[in-house]
């Protein structure tokens, strides 16, 4: 039993260290990854770090929620964390934006109650898309 115990664990190792830099271990049912530009799917919310600073990626969240024509837009920023809920195309949007180091921030984004991994990745792709451009 150790034996299948002991290849199980040689296994994953390998599996790891031959997948690159988007690597992700499952841990609990929480997602932990390696490397930035790996998106993550996890209890409805999809996140990604972006190589920027805190208020690049602010700004860049809120000209997303602005192109999209959201409504009921709620911001809430604090010291290295901030919140952006709004009403986009009729279903409540969340931002979680979360600074992690000097030029790195993280954001996740849930749409609707449950998540929706499309919609979620099309703000990303959004906010992207403004932050290339300034």
Known sequence: MKYHK??????LFVLVLFSGCATAVLIGGAAIGAGTGTYF???GELKTDYIASFDQVWNACEKTVADMHG?????????AQGKITA???????????????KNQTSVGI???LVGNKMSSQLLHDKIAENLSKG
């Open 41 to 43: 799917y996890v209890n």
């Open 110 to 112: 849930r749409v609707g």
């Open 71 to 79: 409504t009921e837009v709620q911001p809430a920023k604090e010291i």
């Open 6 to 11: 002991y290849r199980l664990i040689v296994c």
């Open 87 to 101: 009403i986009i195309n009729d279903e409540k949007v969340k931002f979680d934006i979360t600074y992690r180091s």
